[in-house]
Each structure stands twice: as structure tokens, then as C-alpha cells.
């Protein structure tokens, strides 16, 4: 049996866990269906949210800019009480407690991996206070429920949500011969697609550049999105359910990838479906997100033969997300301790917390929120540790989500930060029983660990845990990298 | 206006002949130059910080007009708030290029400042930035003052961070120790190595004040002889749709913030300053007119602050487009009339010591740049 793989492939086994006796039918038997969310307080809907981003976004354009135009520190202390009253500052940590509670346990730690994965997939670039109100809410109530269905189900349920909508400014995007288009020239605007969308939704969410599609397919397909809108109303702005909005969409059969994309029935919205349909189907689309998976958990260096058992899964189920994950697994399966991947800040932290039981993340009775003043420290800490250690997930800055590679998470001030972070997670004793069982649950190698952390004590010969061994084990090679 | 369209093409006219690459062993034998940029997001407004004496400027923005301003030359003023710059100013180590703007005409901040630090026409198309390439063509090595690599400097290879934390480092022999567990020579271990050999001042928790920790770190890093020759730093907040104000208002404290990371560079660089060249980058300036809330919506224009010892002297560079409604863009904004990139390709030209030509090939794909470095740069 590979013990690494428990880590390869979820976040590691804790002090107290059985070892699992059948690894990868322990992996398999967690990606069938949709665990729910652990969080034993209450979780806001995305709706809810919604709401609330609404209220700021108004109060602060509509109402106190223009109360006080005048007084730069009256208007900055109004804001700061609208921040609070509408959770601002509280949200995103309240949404890392949820997605980290969840994360170690909700009893499948393979499906919350792969949550992770899908999240940074159709990742959303920190943009105009999405990861205040809306990102968290995305992963929770967009990505998640569709995660053991059809590939082709999930880019719908994505491409056509609040959050990815904003993020991409499709609701910006207008056809130059749609009625709207045409108003807007009379009056003298500029009325033109706004290529954001459709140009990720090809290159991130499906088949990739390597397909080769053209800037004349970006464009066709704005023009079969234009219409995908989030609906604007006068007192809670960009804040209302994504709507299609016929007055927006280019009219015309526009030809996306050398296939002409025409009306079903009643309403255009159709043409966008049909797309999406034929990009997942797309060879390319099976090739690339398949890769990106198994770089994701296998290795830096993907070679073609480990990415083919995925595609042909893939090919075989028509992207059938559940096969697709079983073929990943027995890949990952079959390279662990051959093959190993550095584990990205947040994979990494969630073990060390996982396998030294430290506790994290605070319990629901410490995130409760007055909203009427500012979050407390520790209700502050979720959102700043992310910070501190350089992956506040739900703001990465571009669309394209976090780097997936060694190279690109080893900078020295990233690499601080890990030490920094084992020093306080350190913090807690943990007696030797608990760590020696962590360290023989989670590590094929498990005495050359002991070794070194041996060999780190000063005084050798008094082999007994304390503080510092969690503080040298943390940072240490074997678990950075698995 | 003395600065006219014709005095500012003579001033520009130089001809740089396309060179062949240039090796960094060149840039070695000559005494270290060192190029900072300030980010300033969210849109800083040229019009507020270096103010054109126009009567038009009362009119459009008769509520957030600047008082106390100073005068520069007899045709623009300057912000109360920017003391620094104005003591580099009297010093001859401070200039102004206005009515300048990256090449990109939407408003939206994230698209802009995509595009401010890829040097690109299409956001989120170039997963580069122009100095990232420029440093990677002059094979030379930076440290960004932020968590995360600014997209600006990707794409070279030779990079450092730094940005201070509160949380306390494991003591020097921990970390020796913790290096045994990594795999010689592997990347891992060398940027730990790397780590281990940090002064002092780079490895101890953040106090209050992060900008003038930031500036007093990279100014200690910049004066080494073998330290690095590239800062990047972050200011944020310039986004002023309310309450802007005027010597009081929330820009000026923005300025303010720039001027403080400024003074703390003067004062810290030492000699090096005079090797040193400081320069702004924002994403678009702002609407000329003032908006309902006593502030200002997103623009175009602007200008570009350049202070350190490499400046060539006190002057403000423009192709002043003027403030008539027909030479605004689109009728509300400050015009653009250079390339705010050929004032970017020059500095790199100028710091890295190499071509203007070579850099402008690597950086900006060879698009049509004026070649400034000998306007605006003591090379």
C-alpha cells in the first residue's frame, strides 16, 4: 500500500483516522456523489449575498458620495460603517471557514481536492469586490452541485452564472446590430461585444488555444452570448439574476470553430447551449482539462501516457465526470512515490493542520457577527492567514486562476511564509503518540522522517514530541512536496 | 502654453540607431543604476497632481480645485501634498511627462491594469509583464516589494521577493536544519539558501507602517553593489469617484502616500539615489470634469512622475493636447499623446544601460515607441 498517496490525493490522514485498507477504492467511493458542506453554523445563500452586495453597492454610489461630497473623512467613516453593516470584511473569512471545515471534514477528502481543483479551473480574478460577497458563495452553490455530473453540465452551470457573468463583463457586451446596439448608436454610444467571456470560456473553461480557433470565433461566439446578462435595476445596480436579455443578442447565425450555430425554438439563449455542447465534445477540451488535472496531482512534468487513461475516460463516459475522477485516481495511484508534486499553499496548510489536529478553522460559535462593527481578530485571521501565506483563494489576479507549478510558487518571500505559518501551527503540543501514528498513516518513508526530525532535535537521544518536530516536520521536503 | 507640439518634437527628435544586442557585462563595469516603479491603482489623476494653469480647470472642477499649490513653471503647478517631489523638483532630479497614458481607452480598472503591467493592447492576452521581459533581455535580477509576483515583472527568471509579515520566522539554526530535509541542489534548497542569507532588516516581523517598511527595505537592497537593481511597489486607493477633493481631499492623501515612499527612498538610498530612477504607473487618469460626488470618474490622460538622480533635470514633458472640449478625448478627458511605454522602454534603456531599440524588440514587440532616453535621462 502507498501511504503518500493519502496526501497525493486528498490532504492526509489524521492522528486519530484508520489507515484506509483499500486506498484507491477508499479514493474511489467519494467522487459518486456530492457530500454536503460540513460547516456546522449557518451558511449564507449566494442569493442572500447577493443582497448585501447590492445594499453597498448602492448606498455607496447612490447615497453617501453624494451626502458627503464634501467631507473626505465623513464620507470615509460612512463607508466603513456600510462595510461593516453589510459583512464586507466578514464574508470571505466566514467562507474560508466553510471551505476549510469542509475541506477536512466532510469524510471525502478526494472530492474536496477536487472541488479545490474546479474552483481554481473556473477560477474568478479579484475584481470589484467579488470576493467580498459572491466568489465563496460560486464555489458552494455553483461549482459544487455540479461536480458529479457531466463535464458539459458544469461549464453551463458556470458560463452562465452571476458570478462568472460579472467577472467577464458579459453584461457589457452588446451586439452592434441588436436593438440595443442600435439605440445606443443613435444616441451616439458605442455599442460593441465585449470579447472577455467568450475569449475565456475557449482558451480557461474548455478547449484551450491548442484547438486554434481564431479571433473570428472569439468574436462569433460574444456575438451568441451578447444577451447573457446580469439585469440592472435602478436601486441595486448590476446586483439582480442573470437574465437573457433579447434586446443585447447580435442577431444572425454566427459560425463558431467552422459550425454555424442556429436558433432552436423561441428564444436565441439556446445558441449559447448548443456551443458549449460541441466545445466540450471538442477532442481538444478532453486533452486539456485532463492534462490540467493530472499536473494538478501527479506532476509538474506531465508526460502523455499518464494523461491518457484520464482522456479515455473521458472519450468513453462523453466527460462523465465520476469516471473521469476514477481514471485519475488509479493514475495518481499508480505514480505515487515516483512522481511528486509541490503542494500549493492551501493543499499544504489544510495537511498541516489535517495531520497535526491543529485547530483550524474556528468553530461557528467564534464566527458569530454583530455587523456592526469590525470583525474581531480572530474572525480577521481566516482572510489574513491566506494573505500571509500568499494564496488568498478567492482573489487570484488574472482569470487564469493560481500557477500550478513548483516554479511559480518558490519565491523566497512564499517559501517564508510556510516557515513562518509551521512556527504557529507549531504552537500546539502534540503528544508523540499522535504525531508518531500522523507520521505512520501518512508516510511510506515514515522513518527516514523520524530521522531527520531526530536529527533536528538537539539532543537526540530524547525522542519525545514537542512543539518544535511539528515546527521542522511542516516546512520540511516531505511535506511540501508529495 | 510654452510647451507646444513643436518644441516637444525638436526636444524628442534624437535618432537611436538599432543595436546589436548588448551584453550585460557591459552593464556590470559601469556603476549600478537602479530603476523603481510605483503602481499607483486605480486611476491617479495627472490633472490633480501636476495642474495645468488653465482657467478651464476652474470651471470644470470648481469644487475640488487645489489650493496651495506650487508652482513649477509658468505653465503647470503642483500638488501641496507632494513635498518630496517638489524638493527633488528644486534639486533638478524631478520631471513630469503629461498627457501620457498606456495605449488603452476603456475604463475599467481591471482591464487597465492588466495592461499597464503586461504593456499590451488586449487585457488578459499577455501572461507577461514589460519589465519582467525587459530584465529578462538585460539579464538582470529585481525584488518586488509584494506577496505575489506583480504580473509586471513576470517572465524573468532572476527574481526576489519581499514583503513583511507579522508572523515571526524560525530562528537561523531552524532553518539550516530544515534545509537538511531538502534535496541538494534542488531549487527548493537554493531558495532557502537564499533565504538564510538575507540581512537582518529583510527577516524581522512588519511594524505598523507597511509602505515605509517596504520603501526603507528596498532602498538598503537597491544601494548594495550586488544587490538587486529593479523595485516594484503597490499603492493603491488613487480610484476617487467621491470626496477628491482638493489640498485636503482623498487624492491628495494618495499623493501623499507616493510622496512618504518617495522621501523614505531619498533618504535611504543614499549616494545610490543618484544611479536611481523612480517612476509612476497607473492604469488611467481621470475625467476632467468633477462628478456629482465632489470626485472624479475614470479618464485617460495623465501623467507620469519621475524623480532619482537619472533624471536629466527639472522638466515637464508634454505634447500638451489641451483642455478645449474638442481636444479632450471623447470630449471629457485629458488627452494621451505619447505612449506612456516609450517613456517605460526609455527608463529601461537608460537603468539597464542597453539599447533603446534592443529593449523596446524584447519589451514591446517592437512597436512604434519614441525614443526618449535622451530627453528625458542622464545616460
Known amino acids: ?482 | 502654453m510654452t510647451v507646444n507640439r513643436r518644441d516637444f518634437l525638436t526636444a524628442c527628435g534624437s535618432l537611436t540607431l538599432l543595436g546589436s544586442p548588448v551584453f550585460n557585462a557591459r552593464a556590470a563595469t559601469l556603476s549600478k543604476r537602479n530603476l523603481v516603479i510605483i503602481m499607483l491603482r486605480g486611476g491617479m489623476d495627472g490633472l490633480t497632481a501636476v495642474q495645468p494653469r488653465d482657467k478651464a480647470m476652474e470651471r470644470a472642477r470648481p469644487d475640488i480645485l487645489v489650493e496651495g499649490t506650487k508652482k513649477l513653471t509658468s505653465d503647470f503647478n503642483l500638488h501641496p501634498r507632494l513635498e518630496t517631489f517638489h524638493e527633488c523638483w528644486k534639486e533638478g532630479t524631478a520631471s513630469v511627462f503629461h498627457a501620457t497614458s498606456i495605449p488603452y481607452t476603456g475604463r475599467s480598472h481591471f482591464d487597465g491594469q492588466n495592461l499597464m503591467e503586461t504593456g499590451a493592447h488586449v487585457a488578459y492576452a499577455e501572461k507577461t509583464g514589460w519589465l519582467g521581459r525587459g530584465m529578462d533581455a538585460a539579464e538582470l535580477q529585481g525584488l518586488a516589494a509584494s506577496l505575489p509576483m506583480p504580473l509586471l515583472l513576470r517572465g524573468s527568471a532572476e527574481l526576489d521577493n519581499y514583503y513583511p509579515t507579522y508572523m515571526r520566522l524560525p530562528h537561523k539554526t531552524i532553518m539550516e536544519k530544515i534545509q537538511a530535509s531538502y534535496t541538494p541542489g534542488s531549487e527548493l534548497e537554493q531558495v532557502l539558501r537564499k533565504i538564510r542569507h538575507r540581512p537582518a532588516a529583510m527577516l524581522r516581523e512588519a511594524g505598523d507602517n507597511e509602505a515605509h517598511e517596504l520603501a526603507l527595505v528596498a532602498a538598503q537592497e537597491l544601494s548594495r553593489e550586488d544587490g538587486p537593481r529593479i523595485a516594484v511597489f503597490d499603492l493603491d486607493g488613487f480610484d476617487t469617484h467621491a470626496a477628491q477633493g482638493g489640498s485636503d481631499g482623498e487624492h491628495g492623501e494618495q499623493l501623499n502616500n507616493y510622496d512618504r515612499v518617495l522621501r523614505v527612498l531619498k533618504d535611504n538610498l543614499g549616494d545610490a539615489y543618484n544611479d536611481t530612477l523612480i517612476l509612476t504607473l497607473t492604469e488611467f487618469g481621470r475625467k476632467f470634469e468633477q462628478n456629482g460626488g465632489y470626485g472624479t470618474e475614470h479618464g485617460y490622460g495623465t501623467a507620469v512622475l519621475m524623480a532619482g538622480g537619472l533624471v536629466k533635470k527639472a522638466e515637464i514633458h508634454a505634447d500638451w493636447p489641451g483642455l478645449k472640449s474638442k481636444d479632450l478625448f471623447e470630449g471629457q478627458d485629458l488627452n494621451a499623446t505619447v505612449d506612456a511605454r516609450s517613456v517605460y522602454c526609455a527608463a529601461m534603456a537608460a537603468c539597464f544601460d542597453v539599447d533603446f531599440a534592443y529593449m523596446k524588440r524584447h519589451a514591446f514587440w517592437d512597436e512604434p515607441l519614441t525614443d526618449l532616453t535622451d530627453s528625458l535621462f542622464r545616460v
Open chain 1, 1 to 482: 500500500m502507498k501511504r503518500d498517496f493519502f496526501r497525493k490525493m486528498g490532504f492526509g490522514l489524521g492522528p486519530d483516522d484508520k489507515v484506509p485498507a483499500e486506498p484507491v477504492a477508499w479514493a474511489e467511493s467519494q467522487v459518486e456523489a456530492v457530500p454536503d458542506l460540513s460547516w456546522p453554523g449557518e451558511i449564507p445563500t449566494a442569493k442572500q449575498l447577493l443582497d448585501q452586495r447590492a445594499h453597498f453597492v448602492y448606498t455607496d454610489r447612490r447615497v453617501i458620495r453624494k451626502k458627503f461630497k464634501n467631507d473626505r473623512r465623513a464620507y470615509k467613516e460612512a463607508k466603513t460603517q456600510l462595510r461593516w453593516e453589510t459583512g464586507q470584511k466578514y464574508y470571505e473569512s466566514l467562507e474560508i471557514a466553510i471551505r476549510h471545515h469542509t475541506a477536512l471534514h466532510s469524510g471525502a477528502p478526494v472530492f474536496e481536492r477536487l472541488w479545490l481543483f474546479w474552483h481554481n479551473h473556473f477560477a474568478i480574478a479579484e475584481k470589484d469586490l467579488l470576493a467580498s460577497w459572491n466568489t465563496g458563495a460560486y464555489t458552494r452553490e455553483i461549482i459544487r452541485p455540479n461536480m458529479c455530473g457531466s463535464f458539459t453540465d458544469l461549464v453551463k452551470a458556470v458560463t452562465t452564472s452571476w458570478t462568472m457573468i460579472h467577472h467577464l463583463d458579459n453584461s457589457e457586451s452588446i451586439g452592434p446590430n441588436s436593438q440595443r446596439g442600435k439605440w445606443r448608436r443613435q444616441n451616439g454610444e458605442v455599442a460593441t461585444v465585449n470579447e472577455n467571456h467568450a475569449r475565456e470560456l475557449l482558451e480557461l473553461h474548455t478547449v484551450s488555444p491548442t484547438a486554434g480557433y481564431t479571433q473570428k470565433d472569439v468574436i462569433a461566439l460574444s456575438y451568441i452570448m451578447a444577451g447573457w446578462e446580469n439585469r440592472w435595476s435602478k436601486t441595486r445596480e448590476e446586483c439582480n439574476p442573470v437574465k437573457f436579455n433579447p434586446k443585447s443578442h447580435e442577431p444572425g447565425n454566427h459560425e463558431v470553430m467552422g459550425k454555424r450555430y442556429k436558433q432552436r425554438g423561441l428564444s436565441p439563449k439556446s445558441k449559447l447551449i448548443d456551443v458549449i455542447e460541441d466545445l466540450c465534445a471538442h477532442p481538444n477540451c478532453a486533452e486539456y482539462v485532463s492534462t490540467k488535472l493530472v499536473r494538478h496531482f501527479v506532476t509538474d512534468e506531465v508526460t502523455p501516457d499518464m494523461v491518457q487513461p484520464v482522456i479515455d475516460a473521458w472519450r468513453e463516459t462523453d466527460g462523465h465526470l465520476p469516471a473521469v475522477y476514477k481514471a485519475l485516481i488509479r493514475v495518481v495511484y499508480d505514480h505515487t512515490g515516483t512522481h511528486r508534486k509541490f503542494l500549493n499553499p492551501e493543499v499544504w496548510f489544510l495537511q498541516s493542520v489535517k495531520l497535526t489536529d491543529a485547530p483550524w478553522p474556528p468553530p461557528p460559535s467564534m464566527m458569530q457577527y454583530d455587523f456592526k462593527t469590525r470583525p474581531n481578530k480572530l474572525q480577521r485571521r481566516l482572510r489574513g492567514l491566506m494573505f500571509e501565506i500568499g494564496h488568498p483563494v478567492y482573489r487570484p489576479k488574472q482569470p487564469n486562476g493560481w500557477p500550478d507549478t513548483e516554479a511559480e510558487w518558490l519565491s523566497p518571500e512564499l517559501l517564508i511564509r510556510r516557515l513562518a505559518v509551521a512556527k504557529r501551527v507549531a504552537r500546539e503540543h502534540m503528544p508523540i503518540g499522535k504525531l508518531e501514528a500522523s507520521l505512520a498513516s501518512n508516510f511510506d518513508k515514515a522513518d527516514e522522517v523520524i530521522d531527520y526530525l531526530k536529527y533536528c532535535r538537539d539532543h537526540p537521544e530524547s525522542w519525545r514530541s514537542t512543539s518544535r518536530d511539528t515546527q521542522f516536520l511542516l516546512p520540511s521536503e516531505w511535506m511540501l512536496k508529495v
